[in-house]
């Protein structure tokens, strides 16, 4: 089991920025991933960026430019700060760890969550 701590969220004016931090704990040793998602009432939850072991890092289109992603999966944290935030930006944020099996697959864990929420 991996356990996740989120922190960082709150509400911001439009054009202002966060950032939210993610530790992870507990079986951490094959952790791959690290990740951030969001989820807003009647919506999948969507990637927002991750980072994994190289480091390597993906973004999704809608946050790229906007929103960075850093950390060490080694370390067994990440950050995601958010800049030039928007409205629509208002969701619940998750961190998610991947951690890869002795078979070869992943198992996710994720967060509890923390809020966000932007104001115009």
């Known amino acids: 089991q991996v356990q996740l701590v989120e922190s960082g969220g709150g509400l911001v004016q439009a054009g202002g920025s966060l950032r939210l931090s993610c530790a992870a704990s507990?079986?951490?040793?094959?952790?791959?991933?690290l990740g951030w998602y969001r989820q807003t009432p009647g919506n999948l939850r969507e990637l927002l960026a991750d980072?994994?072991?190289?480091?390597?890092?993906r973004y999704a289109d809608s946050v790229k430019g906007r929103f960075t992603i850093s950390g060490d999966v080694a370390r067994n944290i990440v950050y995601l700060q958010m800049d030039d935030l928007k409205p629509e930006d208002t969701a619940v944020y998750y961190c998610?760890?991947?951690?890869?099996?002795?078979?070869?697959?992943?198992?996710?864990?994720w967060g509890q969550g923390t809020q966000v929420t932007v104001s115009s």
């Open positions: 507990g079986n951490t040793l094959n952790l791959h991933t």
């Open positions: 980072i994994s072991k190289g480091p390597t890092t």
């Open positions: 998610k760890a991947a951690v890869i099996t002795s078979s070869l697959l992943f198992l996710d864990f």
